[in-house]
Every structure is written in structure tokens, then in C-alpha cells.
């Protein structure tokens, strides 16, 4: 068949990056340093230390965390990194961290769920349902002490009044399926329950429910002043009590905990391999993680704090015995509590916000296959247009094809297996945005740190007593090391003699991103459509102007770049024309001392200055690609000081989908009235 014109143009491209995937080294980093690199890695090296992860309840503010943090700094000492050291930031209930409130520390040292039988008139114990010190998670974080002798009375989720009609659940324990944070306001608050026995489901998969054994991490509120506590307990448990409850069985139970809440702090480890280049050393490349989570929190998140600490260990080694040469740039690693220790960090520490030019975090990175898992190479939210992603794609890519040619009976130089891990195909998905984890507070819109996020989803024991070091694939770790590492090493040395190499690159990954938007377009309608392509193209634009942080781009490359765009607008269709004028012409800027996103887990900054909460229409919306969640976090990233209600709408269409313009306005009125946002 023969192509002409835009179509020509497009096979071209498209047929020419094909044949350059064929190259036996991986895109952008030099072929020595990316095999030295590969040999140096050990995925048995890195689940040994998820091993011992794995073995602590790493709850925020706790023993057991500060045990994790100078494990990790322990073994960068050893490694040979430079700057080793654990910040601390206080964790008290009270201090602010931009939009962030620091959620005191919790421990618990004792905490047993026994059922009782009466013999001869006195109960007596029968069977241990809940046992802190062989199963940590079987005790919902921020649990207060207590010692509860009471029936269980069953009463469903617990988060509706009709649940507890003609019940009578004081002083007595409850059985709920909902999260004891859900159910606590009406149990305990309002009904007088003394205390709660959840069996909450894992969060929703294909294989949700299907294991009954499952028990599931729990939480209350960590700001209530109300104490109480709450046991886990599994499905099959939880079933056995039911049949036994509608039987008319009485079922009495003895709950003892010693636990709470206290001021601690947030240890936050970090480590730098100092850059070479006098002129760029103070530009950071940073690798995260979130270092807390129940025992054993093997997937999430020992997978992605060993990871980063193997990539340091391999880092190390191979500078420090000469076979590759010192970064430009300064390469740092830290390990924080998950979310609230990032927004301590950055909130608190300005000047680490200021040096770090990109992060590579890894948050469960280490899924075999008992857990489902399916790794994603996922990008920075369209608020923040960064070449870095394309650079993270293209050795994603690499490694994809190295390891299907591997497992289908070739010879690589790239195979990344580990002796003690899976041989299979790594087949990672090139995704778009997605929140949930440390990245998110770096790409928000009052840092503005683009970030590439390696990370498993889904994984059928996430948040469970089976999230264990069993279920880690070696080989996994390795290749994961490989991408964030081999991103990290390109960030670290690029200069303008490479942005040549990096355009190559970014030509590919606009095609097929170009092709994603015109199959998004077929469903849309034509003003949708080309609004859809106005955005691709700005973000295309915003993609190649983020080369500029890191270095010039030559004349001649700047001239092909321009003429590409040309092209590429052909390919779009996108009207030439302004956009569109506003109709809503209110312009907000944002509050420069409120830093951080307004709804993480923890605490949510919206919900506790806006009475009216339940009434934003923008948290339950659900568009083509993305849903409520998604848009307020937008939203609030395209407030820059020049956009209006309409252009925000519209941008936050061309990324999760049409939405009301209203719905949008009415949140972004919520923001100004509690200080959030301002108007011009």
C-alpha cells in the first residue's frame, strides 16, 4: 500500500523508530554504562532487604519505622553514599505542613481478641479470633488502649442510622464490613459501641472477596478525640459469627489493647551520590518511595524502598570503583512516611523542593505473579508537560522487548532475569496519570517536580496479611531498578549535546500519543474534539519547553521541532483558531503559604474548612478516563494565575473527559472560600 501526505509522514516516523527499538542497547543511555549497570544489579540483594522490611509494622512515627529508617541508613553507609542521614519533622496532631496537618505518631505493644465460653457460670476463654504479635495488621492503626469484655452484635457496613434500627449496641462490640474510620461516627459517637470488629474487604479488583482468608489493614481517624479501637478480622471469620448470630448464638468477646496515639516525629532517611559538575551538582535527581506500612507490606512498599536502595548500592559500587564515571548531577534517595512525610519534607525543607529537577518513585515495584500484578510506567498529570516521561517510556519500552525476547527463547544482552526470579516477559504498561502515592505531591501545582512513577496495580493481597515476601519476584526488582536507574542516569548527565538524542525519542512517543487522542476523539463530539486537540497539542509544546530546565536546545533541532509540530497538527486536525471564549471569566491564583493538594489520606484539608463538603458535584463525577478524585486534583494543578473557570474546564475535558462547566466553577469556589485559591 503506498501512504501520501500526513499519513506518509506519520508511517515514516513510526517506521523509523521501529527499526531504532532494534538497537541492542537501551535509548539514551550509553551502551557500557547501561550493561555495567545491568550486571551490578541483584534482585536477590534487594529482596533481602525487603526481607528484613518486611518483618517491622513500619506505622508512622513508631518503633518500628524509626528500626526501618536506620536499617536503610545503615546499609547507604555501607553502600559508600554521601549526606547519610534521618531528618525528622514533628508528628504531633497540630503542626501544619502546608495543606497537610501531621498526624501524631501510633504504637501498640500488646493487643489480643478472645471469645469466651460460660462454663459453670463464669466465661472463660475458648479461641483467639486477634493477636498483635503474630499478626500486627489484625489491629486498626490508631487503636487506643482498652479492656472490653462485651457481645458482638452484628450490624453490617455501620455506616448508616438503618443499620443499627432496634439494636442495641451499647457497651458492646460491633461487626462491620465497612473501614472502622467509616463506621466509628455512628458506632462508637453516636450509638455508644465499645469497640468494633471489622472484616472490610481489600480494595476492588477482579478478585475482590474471592479469598476469604484475607485480612485486611484497618484505620480510624487519627484527629478524633473519641477513644476506641477496632480488630480485623477475615471474611471466613466474619461469616462463621454471622451464621452464628442469626442462629440466635450469643458470641461474647474479651478485647484487650495497649496502644495510642502520641507526639513522635517523621523520620525521613536520605542519601545523596554527589554530582560531578561543578555548575550542575546542586540539581538533584531524586528517588522515593514511602518506607510505612503494616507487617509485612512486602509488594507495598518494601518492593519500592529496596529497589531505590539497590539502584544507590549499584550506583555506589560502580562509581566508586571507577567503571562509570560520576553523575553531573547529584542523584539523592529518600524514604519517607507515605504522602504526609513528603509534605513534610517539602513543605519544611523549601530547599529540597528547590534542587530536585525530577523524581523517579517506586511504590510497589516487585509483584510476582500470585499477585496479579501488571507494573506501569506512568506519567506526570497533563497539568505538568515534561519530556521526562518520554525518556521513561523509551527504556520501559526497551526493557518490554529485551525480556519478550527472552522469554521467547532469544539471546539478549538485556535479559534482566535474577538467578533466584521469574524468567517471564515484564510487559509493563506505558500509562497516563494516576494518583495515589508520593508522586502526586511532587507533580501538584505548588512544587511543580515532574516525576515518573514505576508502580503494580492491580495486586490482589495489597493492604493484607498475605502481602508477603513470597509472593516477590527478584527478577522484577531488577528491571525495575533497571528503568528508574537507567531515567535517573540520563536526567543526571543530559547537556545540550544530548537534547538531539532526546528529540529522537520525543518524535516517537507524540505519535503515539497523537494516535491515543485520535481514538479518543471518535466518540466525542466536534467541539469536544477540538478542544481534546487543542490540549494535546499545548501539552506537546509544554513538553519541549521542559527541555529547558535541564539544557539548550540547538538551533537546527529547535527549527525541526517547530516543523514537527506543524505536522502534527495536520495529523490532529486542530483548528487554528484562539480557544474558545470564555463564557466563566474568573480568573484564580493560588495561596503561595498552602502548599500540597487538598484531599490526601490522613487528613483532608477540604473536607475539615468547608462545611458543605458533600454537596461538590466534581467528587463524584465520572468521566471517559478518569474520575472524581482526578479532576479535583486538576483543577486545582491549572490554577496558575492566567487560566479562567472556562480554560480550566476545558483542560480537565481533555484529560479525564467532558465535564460541566458549573461543576468545575462550583469547586473552584469552594477552594476561594476557604483560602485555597484566590481571585485576580
Keep these: 500500500m503506498k501512504y501520501t501526505g ?42 533481602r532487604n525487603l526481607e528484613y522490611l518486611s518483618r517491622l509494622h513500619r506505622m508512622r512515627g513508631s518503633r518500628d519505622f524509626r528500626a526501618a529508617s536506620e536499617f536503610i541508613a545503615g546499609k547507604l553507609t555501607d553502600y559508600g553514599l554521601s549526606t547519610v542521614e ?110 468494633m470488629v471489622s472484616y472490610a474487604p481489600n480494595q476492588k479488583t477482579g478478585w475482590w472477596k474471592e479469598d476469604e482468608n484475607l485480612v485486611r489493614w484497618g484505620h480510624l481517624d487519627s484527629f478524633t478525640e473519641t477513644r476506641s479501637f477496632a480488630f480485623m478480622i477475615s471474611l471466613k471469620q466474619a461469616r462463621s459469627f454471622q451464621q452464628r448470630l442469626s442462629r440466635g448464638d450469643r458470641i461474647r468477646l474479651h478485647a484487650k489493647v495497649e496502644a495510642g496515639r502520641s507526639d513522635g516525629f517523621y523520620d525521613i532517611t536520605t542519601a545523596v551520590i554527589e554530582g560531578a559538575d561543578p555548575d550542575l551538582k546542586d540539581e538533584e535527581i531524586a528517588f522515593s518511595c514511602h518506607l510505612d506500612h503494616q507487617r509485612p507490606g512486602a509488594n507495598d512498599n518494601a518492593s519500592g524502598c529496596v529497589t531505590i536502595l539497590e539502584v544507590a548500592r549499584a550506583f555506589s559500587k560502580l562509581i566508586n570503583e571507577g567503571r562509570i564515571q560520576r553523575p553531573r548531577r547529584t542523584i539523592r534517595f529518600i524514604w519517607p512516611p507515605e504522602i504526609e512525610g513528603t509534605m513534610a519534607l517539602l513543605n519544611a525543607r523549601p530547599d529540597f523542593a528547590h ?10 515495584v516487585g509483584g ?17 508537560p515534561t519530556f521526562i516521561n518520554d525518556i521513561a517510556e523509551a527504556i520501559g519500552a526497551f526493557v518490554n522487548q529485551e525480556s519478550d525476547a527472552f522469554a521467547s527463547g532469544q539471546d539478549t544482552p538485556f535479559a534482566l532475569t535474577a538467578p533466584e526470579g521469574g524468567k517471564e516477559a515484564l510487559q509493563a504498561s506505558l500509562a497516563p496519570y494516576s494518583g495515589g502515592s508520593d508522586h502526586q505531591i511532587y507533580t501538584e501545582g505548588s512544587f511543580k517536580i515532574p516525576a515518573i512513577y514505576l508502580n503494580d496495580w492491580p495486586d490482589r493481597f495489597i493492604h493484607t496479611n498475605y ?36 528529540w529522537q525519542v520525543m518524535k ?70 484562539a480557544p474558545h471564549t470564555a463564557s466563566t471569566d474568573i480568573v484564580y491564583h493560588r495561596n503561595p503559604d498552602l502548599k500540597g493538594p487538598v484531599s490526601v489520606f490522613g487528613y483532608n484539608y477540604f473536607t475539615d474548612h468547608y462545611a458543605a463538603a458533600a454537596d461538590i458535584r466534581l467528587f463524584s463525577h465520572q468521566g471517559l478516563w478518569g474520575g472524581g478524585g482526578d479532576y479535583a486534583y486538576e483543577a486545582l494543578n491549572f490554577v496558575d494565575g492566567s487560566r479562567t473557570v472556562t480554560d480550566i474546564r476545558n483542560a480537565l475535558s481533555a484529560e479525564f473527559g467532558p465535564i460541566p462547566e458549573e461543576i468545575v466553577e462550583d469547586y473552584l469556589r469552594a477552594l476561594a472560600e476557604i483560602g485555597i485559591i484566590q481571585e485576580n
Design 6 to 47: 500526513i499519513a506518509a509522514f506519520a508511517f515514516s516516523l513510526i517506521f523509523t523508530f521501529d527499526l531504532a527499538a532494534q538497537i541492542s542497547g537501551p535509548p539514551l543511555v550509553p551502551e557500557a554504562d547501561a550493561m555495567l549497570f545491568a550486571e551490578e544489579l541483584s534482585g536477590e540483594a534487594a529482596k
Design 86 to 195: 534521618i531528618l525528622q519533622f514533628p508528628a504531633d496532631g497540630k503542626t501544619m505542613y502546608g495543606t497537610q496537618k501531621a498526624r501524631p505518631a501510633w504504637n501498640a505493644d500488646f493487643a489480643e481478641l478472645w471469645e469466651l465460653e460460660e462454663i459453670d457460670g463464669k466465661w472463660e476463654r475458648k479461641a483467639r479470633i486477634a493477636d498483635w504479635n503474630s499478626m500486627p495488621v489484625s489491629l486498626a492503626q490508631d487503636s487506643e488502649s482498652a479492656d472490653v469484655t462485651a457481645d458482638l452484635v452484628d450490624v453490617g457496613a455501620g455506616t448508616s442510622d438503618t443499620d443499627y434500627d432496634d439494636k442495641n449496641v451499647r457497651g458492646k462490640l460491633v461487626l462491620i464490613s465497612s473501614q472502622p474510620g467509616a463506621a466509628a461516627p455512628l458506632a462508637i459517637d453516636k450509638h455508644g459501641a465499645a469497640g
Design 355 to 364: 534542587r530536585i529537577k525530577a523524581v523517579i518513585h517506586m511504590d510497589m
Design 368 to 384: 510476582g505473579s500470585e499477585t496479579k500484578a501488571i507494573f506501569h510506567v506512568t506519567r506526570s498529570p497533563q497539568s505538568l
Design 467 to 502: 502481602d508477603t515476601p513470597a509472593n516477590i519476584d527478584p527478577t522484577k526488582l531488577k528491571r525495575a531498578a533497571f528503568i528508574g536507574g537507567g531515567s535517573a542516569w540520563v536526567l543526571a548527565n543530559l547537556t545540550d549535546d544530548d537534547i538531539g538524542d532526546v
Design 508 to 577: 516517537s512517543r507524540m505519535l503515539t500519543r497523537a494516535a491515543v487522542t485520535l481514538t479518543k476523539s471518535e466518540t466525542l463530539s466536534r467541539s469536544e474534539r477540538e478542544n481534546l486537540s487543542r490540549h494535546a497539542l499545548d501539552y506537546e509544546r509544554g513538553a519541549l519547553k521542559s527541555l529547558d530546565g535541564f539544557a539548550a536546545t540547538p538551533d537546527d533541532i529547535e527549527r525541526n521541532m517547530g516543523a514537527f509540530l506543524i505536522h502534527l497538527e495536520q495529523i490532529l486536525g486542530a483548528p487554528g483558531s
